[in-house]
């Protein structure tokens, strides 16, 4: 009776944990095919705006323009002027809201003398058309040709801000601006999202990657990198390892105890700002300085 009792109980303690797997594997795959269709949802928070909307920004000179792309898309964006600029900062935001107010970090740049451009993404502010990587890519692009179309590219400077570091360096990578500034930058956008959903295949999943990394490869001005230490959404060390791919040309700077949305409010980071702004690349003559010196703890008064 034993007998008969254990040889049912087998099989049936084996379908158990069979449906029970199948279970699992059910529930991740529609956790997946969620995640990749409700991830523009988690990405973006657009702010939408009226066609009629009036941009106003006080003690501010700007001029409203609008590009249509390729495939009918309306981009909508802002030139805040100065006079006989030094240059213009083509000014990428981040991830949520509209230009709207986003435009108020634009006198961070118009008071030491360079003109700047914004842009609302495709479904950001009055701006139109589906969005996508590649389409974001080809809109920045459209935006950098018009650019150079009036200023020479030693006199553009390229401003990412968190979601728009990704996209600042691609641009930096295939032009040749007077430099690339990163605020908050991340490794890739796929690496920031692993961090919320570890056990998923993001790899696989994700329509945004947006790998700064990769893109900072090829890219051959001056890179300054600007990082809070308290940074909780993008962590400080992603600028450390960022700083590491292109070393002679890249510059880190460390906003201590900055976050991520709050930098502008930090002395320091004003002071990073106009000292990156009104520098020039210069050549260090290494001749009888210490570099490569060995510094030998053996030897005496060493």
């Keep these: ?36 269709y409700l991830q523009d949802y988690f990405l973006f928070k657009p702010e939408k705006l009226p066609a009629d909307f009036q941009f106003f920004y006080e003690n501010q000179e700007v001029d409203e323009y609008t590009i249509e792309t390729r495939d009918g898309a309306q981009l909508n964006g802002l030139h805040f002027k100065v006079e006989k600029p030094k240059g213009v900062v083509l000014y990428l935001k981040g991830n949520s809201k509209s230009i709207k107010g986003w435009g108020k970090f634009a006198v961070d740049f118009t008071r030491n003398g360079y003109d700047v451009v ?22 920045l692009q459209v935006i950098y040709n018009k650019l150079r179309e009036h200023v020479d590219e030693k006199h553009i400077i390229l401003y990412g801000r968190s979601l ?24 890739s956008l796929t690496k920031v999202t692993a961090r919320y959903a570890p056990f998923m ?21 001056p890179i300054h ?22 070393p002679k040309l890249t510059k880190l700077y460390t906003v201590i105890d900055g976050g991520h949305k709050n930098l502008n409010n930090f002395e320091s980071y004003h002071k990073m700002l106009t000292e990156i702004l009104h520098s020039t690349p210069k050549k260090v003559d290494l001749e009888g ?5 060995i510094h030998n703890t053996k030897r005496k008064n060493a």
């Excluded at 009776?1 to 303690?13: E, G, K, N, R, T």
């Excluded at 379908?15 to 199948?22: D, E, G, H, K, M």
């Excluded at 295949?201 to 001005?221: D, G, M, N």
């Excluded at 300085?289 to 010196?293: A, L």
């Design 1 to 36: 009776m034993y007998y008969v009792i254990y040889a049912f109980s087998l099989p049936l303690s084996m379908a158990y944990w069979v449906s029970t797997l199948i279970f699992i594997l059910v529930i991740y795959v529609v956790i997946s095919i969620l995640l990749y």
């Design 118 to 139: 914004m842009m609302d993404y495709r479904g950001f502010g009055k701006s139109t058309g589906r969005r996508n990587q590649k389409a974001l890519k080809r809109d």
């Design 164 to 187: 728009g570091s990704g996209l600042a360096t691609k641009i930096a990578s295939v032009n040749n601006p007077r430099m690339l500034i990163l605020d908050a930058p991340y490794y």
């Design 201 to 221: 295949p993001l790899s696989l999943l994700i329509k945004y990657p947006l790998p700064t990394y990769k893109w900072l490869k090829y890219v051959q001005c």
């Design 225 to 246: 990198i600007i990082h809070g230490t308290d940074d909780k959404l993008i962590p400080y060390k992603t600028s450390v390892k960022l700083s590491k791919i292109k």
């Design 289 to 293: 300085s210490s570099f490569k010196v």
